[in-house]
Structure formats: structure tokens, C-alpha cells
């Protein structure tokens, strides 16, 4: 039996925007999996010391934002994990869970280029690959890339970021263009990202 092709794509969604969304769609319509889990991350490593929202509001909100989009699946996987969250043991817990799933590591280009300084990134090359997408500013050269590692040269470049999207939120600056209209209302109704 085929083996389900699984990307994850991990990160704070903190909270998630139309560029998480978008970049997800486009990696399902090209056939490069079946599936795209946004792994909804409790604390990374390399970001100590970031203010989140609960875990909970930030997968809810995660959900909201892909009710529509069938192959596009938040996942809580990691906050049942030891913390903090190393990748290599994500994906490694990933593929012992589901076996009939094969799991490639979807980053952005500012990631791939401090790579080497993520725990066991070596293996996760190996074992599972990656999927790296472009992020403005953050120029990577594809004839750099070992096997297993292939640029997105063609993915949607989104020039958002969640910090930018929590400052407009508490300044009262429209976001009809960053983020999904449903998160909005969740986010105004639960109180979040007022104390920034």
C-alpha cells in the first residue's frame, strides 16, 4: 500500500495568516504531497523568550483558518511532546504514530539558511527531506542544495509576518489583507493579543 505523503509545515501561528494558508494550498495543488500538517508549536527553541497566546487559541484559530481547505490539517502532535520541541524528535514521533505516512519538512528559506544550527539536521535531511519555500530577503542558491532538499522556487511569496499582523491588531490598522476574516472575529472575541 502507498504510503500517504505528509508535509509538515511547523510553526508558532501565533496567529496564523494568509500567507501560512496560501503557501499550504500551493504545496497540495503541485502534487508534492497528499497532505499538509500545520504543526502548532508550544515554544521554539531558537525563540526564547516570545510571548504566545495559550496553545489551544492558537490551534483553534488554525482551524479556523483551513475550514475549507480539505487537505490542509492543524495538528496539537507536539504539545503532548517532551519541551522544549526539537524538529528531529517531532518527526521521528511522527513516523513511529503513523507508519503509513511519509513525512518531508516543509521551511522557509530564512530557516534553510541556519539549518546547521537546528538539532539533528543532518538526519532530518537524510531520513526525511525538506520543502523549502522562499521568504523575501532570504536568497538561497538551488545548486546549493544537497539531495533530498528541493527549493519552491515557484511558491507564493507572502511579505507577512505574525508579528506585523499582532501590532496592526492592538494599533486598530486594517488586516483584511493579512488575515482571515472568522481568525479576526476569534481573536477579537477571545480578548488575544492585547498585551503585546
Excluded at 501560512?20 to 508534492?32: G, Q, T, W
Excluded at 508549536?41 to 497566546?53: M, R, V
Excluded at 489583507?177 to 480578548?191: F, P, Q, R, T
Aim: charged fraction near 25%.
Amino acid at each position: 500500500m502507498q504510503k500517504r505523503r505528509v508535509g509538515i509545515y511547523s510553526g508558532s501561528f501565533n496567529p496564523i495568516h494568509l500567507g501560512h494558508v496560501r503557501l499550504a494550498e500551493f504545496i497540495c495543488s503541485e502534487d508534492l504531497v497528499d497532505e499538509v500538517w500545520l504543526m502548532v508549536s508550544p515554544l521554539n527553541p531558537l525563540k526564547q523568550g516570545q510571548t504566545l497566546e495559550p496553545d489551544a487559541h492558537r490551534l483553534a484559530m488554525a482551524k479556523i483558518a483551513t475550514t475549507h481547505c480539505p487537505k490542509i490539517q492543524p495538528s496539537d502532535f507536539e504539545f503532548y511532546l517532551p519541551k522544549p520541541n526539537f524538529t528531529y524528535r517531532t518527526l521521528s514521533q511522527l513516523r513511529a504514530v503513523y507508519p503509513d505516512c511519509d513525512f518531508t519538512l516543509i521551511v522557509g528559506s530564512d530557516n534553510w539558511l541556519i539549518f546547521d544550527k537546528w538539532r539533528n539536521w543532518q538526519e532530518i535531511i537524510d531520513e526525511f527531506g525538506l520543502l523549502v519555500y522562499p521568504r523575501p530577503g532570504y536568497d538561497v542558491e538551488e545548486s546549493k542544495m544537497p539531495a533530498n532538499v528541493r527549493l519552491l522556487a515557484e511558491a507564493p511569496v507572502t511579505d507577512l509576518s505574525s508579528t506585523e499582523i499582532r501590532e496592526a491588531l492592538t494599533t486598530g490598522k486594517d488586516t483584511s489583507e493579512m488575515l482571515n476574516l472568522s481568525v479576526k472575529d476569534y481573536i477579537i472575541s477571545n480578548a488575544l493579543y492585547l498585551n503585546l
